[in-house]
């Protein structure tokens, strides 16, 4: 199996893709270490993955406290004898669809704050783990609201092209100690899926849906149509990649961004 032996750590391990990447993983032969913030959503993927015979524990550990993370780290370093990949899959509801005129600073300032502090604390917690050991993989996810113009979604914009350039950054940085750095950019996931599982997306998408008069599963429709495929990524689809990435197999990829918006943007 491709993951075979690996200890993998994914903060937001309770959400929609950050539960359907721990799946995989564990489907994969990881070993896995699911933080969150809500017991009740870690353990429900933590029973669905022994249920199927793999591997998982969890803890509540808040993602935005520099802290509590190493501290968990460090816990989980010490009981599986290091890390070999982590993942953040933190996601926060933000405002988005209020233009530029009538946005304030701070839910501006919100997703690009949340975003990129989180991803540095927990990209650092577990960097110095690998470092140790000269291995590890460090992923990070975004959407293409990193390239797109607006109007309407300044603060997620720039949180997500802030993610990516931390992605290339990194890799830079840590590349020397065998840790490759890498971002899972994805379009929509459809509302049969990550919505429907309670994603704070559907809240976001809800703020420019319902004044266009239209409902979220009418809105990503429209969003599929824009696509080259004509239609959006699935949940597996993005776990599967996750796992692909956090492999041997791409052992060649880092301080790049993985491409899932079925050719909504080119790079
Ligand atoms: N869903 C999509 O269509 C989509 C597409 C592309 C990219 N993404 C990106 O993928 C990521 C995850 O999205 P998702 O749809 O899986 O979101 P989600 O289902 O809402 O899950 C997000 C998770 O983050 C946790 N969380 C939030 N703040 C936290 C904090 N301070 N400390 C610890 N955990 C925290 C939440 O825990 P609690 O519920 O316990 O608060 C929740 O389990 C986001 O970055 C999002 O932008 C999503």
Redesign the pocket.
Known sequence: MLLNHKTAVI??A?????GAVARAFARAGARVFLA???PA?LDAVARDIRAAGGTAETAV????DEQAVERHADAVAAQAGGIDIALN????FHVQGTPFARLSLEDYAYPVTVYTR?NFITAKAAARHMAKRGSGVVLM???PASRMPGPGFLGHSVACAGVEAMTRHLAGELGPDGIRVLCLR????PEAT?PA?????RDVFRQVAEPAGMSIGDMLAGAATGTLLKRLPTLDQVAATAVFLASEQAGAMTGAIANLTCGMSLD
């Open positions: 903060h937001g309770g959400g929609a893709i950050g969150g913030r809500t959503k550990v808040e993602a935005l899959a933190v996601g926060v989180t996810l975004t959407t994805s379009h929509a996931i990550a599982l309670g994603s704070h997306c």
